[in-house]
């Protein structure tokens, strides 16, 4: 029997539909250990083989819980871990389920965890754990299933010392002091979780420190360190707003609460969708809400991700192609549709900037790219996937219609809520709803859309009303003859405008070393997407004026869509190769594993762990 999914080992003949996980954590160490226990549901006849995903965990104990049953565990080195064979017992019937239990520890390495030792967080009181299993990495967490191809219910409890709170994609149930007699009584608090909707594996995930929470509705509540929590619950008042706008596109949140927590600098992503606790970078806190957007991202994720789910990476663009599709529909209910299209002219920017970067016939480029697993999903994450996959959705609208394409949306999500799907899945029910649209639809090149490298050979056409203040103030800043050294900063572009302006600069020749210097006088500011940009600029602009001012935006976070295309653009500032690699190996162990893996990989540096990640 072959794989469900080329980035795992699971099969479909032996199924982890639940698992319950009773771990402890300990920050000395930097290991997470325990047990887990694996429901199992059987789908053949004589199957004598459980099979699972692992990343350097060590499993010390495997047992069939039905009878106490040692159970025997061979593990075959794979190109992506390790595919573990747990031998079950003979006479296990077709359509039963057994429990088998592993004893395991994680590896101090492992991919999926981020331990933060007291100085590296915002209140120096604590150290601070947090994951991030998306793509592959909760094979490193615990052996499981790893695959979006299977989704599974589960239940925790996590022990940690007194003071700690521990937060997971769950419900939490209770928390209650525990007293440990050894040498020396010792306090430790014990959490209890539970997820009734099951999840793929990389929804897993896990906060442990010192964190406080504001609600911001009866639903809605954040978390944070202490010294960021009234930014953060500022920064996010509106956020039941924003679910609410998703439930009118795509019909009832069903995951009750709708909680976040605002991590340490270093987590590498701009958001992270786990059910129940959607994880967030302190650098969304800008001051003035303007990137709440990135919320109503993993909000939409609530639906188109996590509800329906693509089977497996190659068809990673109906998680995010959906979701960004999505979010500026909501953008557009909210603050109208040149709202929307200024969003879409954005991504279409970052589309064709990746496409110019890696080549247009490059196999990354493509919407459904080929995994043959030796290659970690990380490594193919890109752009494409959110821009390509919301653009395809954005052309299929041009031939249904708007106000049908919305009522598709809430059928899709209906008819697989729960499931993981295929791209044929999704193409079988858009030509099922869109019946009496046949003839529009068969101006749809799948093959180009699907399978072709480079940008789709279709002209969608924008409403370019916000980009009219964008282009007169680029001509300003293209003019050779303003004395930009006593010139003061007056335009009234908003947010995503002056991201946009910048975007299209750095697509171009950029600026002139004069028009960086006024731009890293005035626009060097809180809000980190300007600021990412306009060290962009300067950097394109030869200027080794802004180093201190580079390295200290380095020193300051861990989001991959910055540190990653800056430290490339340091580097390649003439005198500046060295020191960007010094940069680097100074502050390599701030950055998460995944972000350190990616920025050696950019920078051409050898580095003892080779663990990858997007």
Request: with cysteine; charged share 25%.
């Amino acid at each position: 029997m072959t794989s469900v999914d080329p980035s795992s080992a699971a099969l479909n003949d032996a199924v982890c539909t639940h698992f319950s996980l009773d771990v402890s954590v300990d920050f000395f160490k930097h290991q997470i250990s325990g047990k887990v226990t694996h429901t199992v549901h059987i789908r053949g006849d004589d199957v004598r083989v459980l099979h699972l995903d692992n990343r350097g965990c060590d499993i010390d104990n495997a047992v069939f819980v039905e009878t106490g049953e040692k159970l025997e565990v061979v593990q075959k080195p794979t190109a992506l871990g390790s595919d573990v064979s747990v031998y079950l017992p003979s006479g296990i019937e077709n359509g039963s389920e057994v429990k088998v239990q592993l004893e395991f520890s994680t590896d101090k390495d492992a991919t999926a965890v981020q331990w933060l030792d007291t100085e590296q967080t915002q209140d120096k009181t604590h150290a601070f754990m947090f994951s991030q299993c998306q793509a592959i990495h909760a094979r490193s967490l615990v052996p499981c299933q790893d695959t979006p191809a299977h989704k599974c219910t589960y239940d925790a409890r996590v022990r940690v010392e007194e003071g700690v709170t521990v937060l997971m994609s769950a419900e939490g149930v209770s928390d209650e002091v525990e007293n440990v007699e050894d040498e020396a009584p010792i306090k430790f608090h014990s959490f209890q979780f539970v997820q009734k909707i099951a999840i793929p594996s990389y929804l897993l995930a896990i906060v442990a420190g010192h964190i406080t929470s504001r609600d911001l509705s009866n639903r809605c509540r954040v978390w944070s360190e202490h010294a960021v929590i009234e930014k953060s619950a500022y920064e996010f008042e509106e956020v039941e707003s924003l679910l609410q706008c998703a439930e009118g596109l795509l019909g009832e949140y069903e995951w009750g609460r709708y909680d976040m927590v605002v991590l340490p600098p270093s987590f590498p992503y701009g958001g992270m969708e786990n059910p129940m606790l959607t994880f967030l970078t302190p650098t969304l806190l800008a001051g003035d809400r303007s990137l709440v957007n990135v919320v109503a991202h993993e909000i939409i994720h609530s639906w188109t991700g996590n509800m329906v789910t693509s089977a497996s990476w190659e068809h990673f663009w109906l998680n995010e192609g959906f979701t960004v599709f999505c979010e500026r529909k909501v953008a557009q209910r909210m603050e109208g549709n040149p709202a929307r299209h200024l969003g879409l002219i954005e991504g279409h920017q970052h589309l064709q900037e990746y496409v110019t970067r890696m080549g247009n016939d490059h196999d990354y480029t493509k919407l459904c790219p080929s995994f043959d697993g030796t290659v970690d999903p990380d490594d193919v994450f890109s752009i494409v996937p959110y821009e390509k996959g919301s653009l395809f959705l954005v052309y299929i609208e041009t031939l249904v219609g708007e106000k049908d394409m919305e009522e598709f949306l809430k059928a899709y999500v209906l008819k697989f809520r729960h499931k993981s799907i295929t791209t044929d899945d999704f193409r079988e029910f858009l030509n099922e709803f869109f019946a009496s649209k046949k003839d529009s639809l068969s101006a749809i090149d799948w093959d180009m859309w699907l399978h072709a490298p480079g940008m789709p050979s279709v002209d969608v056409k924008f409403d370019n009303t916000l980009m009219k203040e964008v282009d007169v103030v680029s001509k300003e800043l293209l003019n050779i003859d303003t004395d930009w050294e006593n010139a003061s900063w007056h335009y009234t572009l908003n947010c995503m405008q002056e991201c946009v302006l910048y975007d299209a600069l750095l697509a171009g020749d950029g600026v002139s070393p004069q028009v960086a210097k006024f731009l890293a006088k005035h626009r060097i500011v809180e809000n980190r997407e300007i600021t990412f940009r306009v060290l962009q600029l300067c950097l394109k602009a030869g200027l080794n004026d802004v180093n201190d001012e580079v390295i200290a935006f380095l020193a300051s976070q861990g989001r991959m869509k910055f540190v990653r295309p800056l430290y490339r653009s340091f580097a390649a500032v003439p005198g500046n190769t060295s020191l960007a690699q010094e940069v680097f190996a100074k502050y390599r162990n701030f950055y998460h594993n995944i972000a350190s893996a990616m920025i050696a990989k950019d920078l051409g540096v050898v580095t003892a762990s080779s663990s990858s990640s997007s």
